[in-house]
């Protein structure tokens, strides 16, 4: 499914917010971090999306790998592929 523009996709999320049930709401607040606390989850968060970064661009390269291997036979073969 394509959206085509931002006033789309506002309706889109607003009709899903409101056929999902809603918890109750209570005027709870949750219990607050330290600092100290917060700052090793900060940290510990970005530590995890830095490795999975680098193990996502290592499955770039090994894609990019692969698929000019794929040109480079079809080059062979006289198909000839235009990039865009």
């Known amino acids: 499914m394509e959206i085509n ?7 889109a999320l ?4 409101a056929s999902t049930p809603q ?3 209570t ?3 949750m219990p607050q971090m330290s600092r ?3 700052i090793g989850f900060h ?3 970005l530590n995890t999306l830095v490795n999975e970064r680098n193990e996502m661009f290592k499955m770039m390269q090994n894609v ?5 291997a ?3 036979r079809l080059e062979e073969l006289g198909v000839k592929i235009q990039t865009q």
């Open 43 to 45: 940290k510990g968060a």
């Open 14 to 17: 607003n009709s899903s917010k």
């Open 64 to 68: 990019e790998i692969i698929m000019q």
């Open 23 to 25: 918890r109750k709401q």
């Open 5 to 11: 523009n931002n006033d789309s996709l506002e309706r």
């Open 36 to 38: 100290e606390e917060e």
């Open 27 to 29: 005027n709870e607040k």
């Open 70 to 72: 794929h040109l480079k």
